[in-house]
């Protein structure tokens, strides 16, 4: 299984929340199926010398083909299915991701949730396991539409979040010292989990990023960070976050006693550069207070142009709109790269095929 070099994906609503419940009876015993491992989102595509290779027949109808994610079916393309004969040049593309941590609650002594966090990590594995099935009926396929939209996208950008997160130290949980035991639970208590560092007083966090793609279009980027405390005192609000874009705060989050921070803010996107970025996060707590947070994470998002870079472009559009929006992705001028055929409108009685640039809104004879 090869990763496709040239990708790109834009999902409304074909792709499924994979926060989905696991059904577990959808294999068969002793039946023969092709078990995919994916450590990293993107487009995949499995040829037939994929399944030889793996020591599968390939007599099957392609048709029948089904693909399984977590115990659900969910659709994918096979090119050239259609005379129902898995031919040398025909093969399958899906769209896969890695396995993220997924909704995870964290819950008092007495198990009731107390918050819940959508983990960027798993802590047993990043591998998706994705399992290939034939023969029966026919297989779940993305389907193509047709559609002509004089209704443009909204903006000329879309959010991208780019995610820091170093899972390096491992806290029991929320621990106030002599007889708290709440740690002994056995789910995950409230403040559990694995942590990027402990921050003390004036110590930061700090990331650099570049943002080649980042538009000048959208005026609005968000940082989010995530902290637990380490300890409280009787001072009101004794721990502080500044965070800070390129030397400038753009706010300071507090927190009283225990209470996480799981906040997102926003801030001008014009602080933001398509080179160099310094992200920080500094601790400060209330003065007199030997202070400390547990750090979690930052994230940022950003507008992102319709652009690619590196002949690449990958986006998550907005979810909920399902009207047809017309867009552009400007930048693709790699003619030694020409990543697919289209069928060009039909010139003289002859049809023709032609590799097009995605620029063109038809193919040139
Ligand atoms: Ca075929
Ligand atoms: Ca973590
Ligand atoms: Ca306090």
Redesign the pocket.
């Known amino acids: 299984m090869k990763r496709a070099a040239l990708f790109l994906f834009l999902f409304l609503a074909l792709v499924p929340s994979f926060v989905l419940a696991q059904n577990f009876n959808w294999i068969t015993p002793n039946r023969t199926y092709l078990k995919l491992y994916v450590a990293e989102d993107g487009m995949y595509r499995l040829k037939k010398s994929d399944f030889t290779s793996a020591g599968v027949t390939t007599s099957f109808d392609p048709r029948t083909a089904k693909l399984y994610y977590m115990g659900a079916q969910i659709p994918m393309h096979f090119q050239g299915e259609q005379d129902g004969v898995f031919n040398d040049n025909d093969y399958i593309n899906f769209f896969a991701k890695r396995n993220y941590g997924g909704l995870t609650y964290s819950r008092e002594q007495n198990n009731s949730v107390a918050y819940t966090t959508d983990e960027y990590y798993n802590q047993y594995s990043d591998t998706s396991v994705y399992w290939l099935d034939w023969g029966g009926s026919n297989g779940l396929r993305i389907q193509t539409f047709n559609n002509n939209s004089t209704i443009p996208f909204p903006q000329q950008f879309v959010k991208e979040l780019v995610h820091f997160e170093t899972d390096a130290i491992y806290s029991l949980g929320e621990n106030f010292g002599g007889g708290d035991y709440r740690y002994l639970t056995t789910e995950k208590l409230r403040g559990e989990g694995w942590y990027w560092t402990i921050l003390s007083s004036n110590q930061s966090v700090t990331k650099t990023i570049s943002l080649p793609l980042l538009s000048q279009a959208g005026n609005v980027a968000t940082f989010r960070v995530f902290a637990y405390p380490q300890n409280?005192?009787?001072?009101?609000n004794?721990h502080s976050l500044h965070l800070i874009v390129n030397g400038t705060v753009i706010d300071t989050l507090y927190s009283?006693?225990s209470d996480r921070i799981d906040t997102t803010v926003n801030f001008p996107a014009s602080l933001l550069t398509t080179s160099q970025n310094t992200l920080e996060v500094k601790y400060i707590p209330a003065s007199g207070f030997a202070g400390s947070m547990y750090f979690d994470l930052f994230e940022i998002g950003y507008p992102k142009a319709f652009r690619f870079s590196e002949n690449s472009y990958r986006s998550i559009l907005p979810q909920g709109d399902t009207a047809s929006k017309s867009f552009k992705i400007s930048g693709f001028n790699n003619l030694g790269s020409l990543f697919y055929l289209r069928r060009c409108k039909q010139h003289k009685n002859s049809t023709i095929y032609h590799k097009c640039r995605h620029s063109e809104s038809y193919c040139k004879r």
């Open positions: 409280k005192s009787t001072i009101v004794e009283n006693d």
